[in-house]
């Protein structure tokens, strides 16, 4: 399909293994962005890429979750050492940029991977 | 500084009613202001936005109206249907980039 897509869309763990969530953003967007939405409350900022570079990484929790971008296309966020806390769903979405390198401001959001921390 | 707030947490309308959902925020450094509307089971999708060199944005049924001064941004739905009910967000940043989601309005719209 052409949206975002997230894998695996659920994930049951047990407290202390990691995980590894895939994002494939929409083919040709530039910026990809991690957030976490809690059931009722609004996506939480976690980070951002232009490309393969992470240009903010302030809203990730802790030293557990890292993301990376290596060829500029497919995401990886990882979270290791999972515990009840890091339960919920975790939004990627993707954004185009205007030939001057200005943000459009749209995200593309995809489905998401719903976390749950046993 | 960082925090977006936005009010009602859910409102209830009839067909036809006009709903308003108020934001309010704190960081005079941000520019761009957006709006996103989620239906259950899916991601946030933009539904209007609106930069602050201008009042009021219209598109379709929904409109955005901006209070530079009181740092302050509304949605307000004309003619609400019942296909709009879903949870809105409103949102703000910097350069478009990194952007702080309010808590969320369920919107209700009853036939």
């Known amino acids: 399909g052409a949206g975002v897509s997230q894998s695996p869309r659920y994930k049951v763990t047990k407290r202390g293994q990691d995980v590894a969530l895939r994002c494939d953003p929409i083919?040709?967007?530039?910026?990809l962005y991690w957030y976490r939405q809690a059931l009722g409350q609004g996506p939480e900022f976690l980070t951002y890429?232009?490309?393969?570079?992470?240009?903010?990484k302030s809203g990730l929790p802790n030293d557990r979750f890292s993301a990376e971008r290596p060829e500029g296309s497919i995401s990886t966020l990882t979270i290791q050492r999972t515990e009840q806390r890091d339960s919920a769903m975790y939004r990627c979405?993707?954004?185009?940029?205007?030939?001057?390198?200005?943000?459009?401001?749209?995200?593309?959001f995809g489905e998401g991977s719903r976390l749950t921390v046993l | 500084q960082q925090q977006v707030k936005q009010s009602p947490q859910s409102l209830i309308v009839q067909k036809g009613g006009i709903p308003i959902i108020n934001c309010a925020y704190e960081?005079?450094?941000?520019?761009?202001f957006p709006w996103y509307q989620q239906f259950p089971g899916k991601g946030p999708a933009l539904l209007i936005a609106?930069?602050?060199?201008?009042s009021e944005k219209k598109e379709g049924r929904f409109t955005i109206s901006f209070n530079k001064s009181a740092k302050q941004f509304s949605l307000h739905i004309m003619d609400s249907q019942p296909g709009d009910s879903a949870t809105y967000f409103c949102?703000?940043?910097?350069?478009?980039?990194?952007?702080?989601f309010g808590t969320g309005t369920r919107l209700q719209v009853f036939p």
């Open positions: 979405a993707s954004s185009p940029r205007l030939a001057g390198g200005r943000n459009t401001g749209e995200l593309f």
């Open positions: 083919s040709g967007h530039v910026s």
């Open positions: 890429f232009n490309y393969e570079a992470q240009q903010d």
């Open positions: 960081n005079t450094a941000f520019d761009y």
């Open positions: 609106i930069r602050p060199d201008v």
């Open positions: 949102a703000a940043s910097m350069g478009a980039d990194k952007l702080i």
